[in-house]
């Protein structure tokens, strides 16, 4: 099946630094990567759409300043998270489309970033 | 707003016994539901899924079950492995894009050998 790598897999920062993340679709292209947050026991929060070459587009409640994503290429997109608090720290995944046909409802996740923010 | 949810947050199960998770859904304009299967920190993995012109599909062990009119659909394993021990999240999307996938907030499988 296809692959989507995360890096790093597990980062603690202080607070008021920013963290980037990254998310890379590995033998596929996808023109649309989703990033994801979940808190312990708790189901995958959808954050943001990330559009190959446009401007992402944020759920209800996320603050795009905040966590900003840039959708580089086919293959990659990036999460920075600016100023991070100790609120922000949780599970972030990534998730991409292989946009062949007979996979277009299919996403296939990445393998998470734990994010720790002291 | 949870519009999916997973009412039970676990669920142990002999060895060799039939597995069945549960997901019930309020949004009426869902049409392809998914399963997926999560180890502790690892991503999600695709498991089987369903679009709504069906009620059932069948992928080895595992088969998925779609009641519309009562918006509930259900995972079954059988015959549980302990390899099959995890957290099982189910999906769902609406429209032709299927641009966002509502979760569950999942159901932790023990399979006891």
């Known amino acids: 099946g296809a692959v989507v790598s995360q890096h790093p897999s597990w980062v603690i920062c202080k607070s008021g630094t920013s963290v980037k993340i990254e998310c890379r679709s590995l033998d596929f292209q996808a023109t649309t990567m989703f990033w994801y947050r979940q808190f312990p026991k708790q189901s995958l929060m959808l954050m943001a759409t990330?559009?190959?070459?446009?401007?992402?587009?944020?759920e209800q409640g996320v603050e795009k300043d905040k966590f900003l994503i840039n959708h580089a290429s086919l293959t990659l997109s990036t999460l920075t998270v600016t100023s991070a608090h100790p609120e922000d720290s949780s599970f972030y995944i990534c998730s991409a489309r292989d946009q062949t046909a007979g996979h277009f409802h299919e996403q296939y996740f990445g393998p998470g970033t734990r994010l720790t923010v002291t | 707003d949870q519009q999916v949810k997973q009412n039970s947050p676990s669920l142990s199960v002999q060895e060799g016994r039939i597995s069945i998770l549960n997901c019930d859904y309020t949004?009426?304009?869902?049409?392809?539901f998914l399963w997926y299967k999560k180890y502790p920190a690892e991503g999600p993995t695709f498991l089987i899924s369903i679009s709504s012109i069906k009620d059932k599909n069948e992928d080895g062990r595992f088969t998925v079950f779609l009641n519309k009119s009562a918006k509930h659909l259900s995972l079954h394993i059988v015959p549980s492995q302990p390899g099959d021990s995890a957290v099982y999240f189910c999906a769902a999307s609406a429209g032709d894009t299927g641009n966002q996938f509502y979760f569950g907030t999942g159901t932790s499988l023990t399979v006891i050998p």
């Open positions: 949004n009426s304009m869902f049409d392809y």
């Open positions: 990330s559009n190959e070459g446009s401007k992402a587009t944020y």
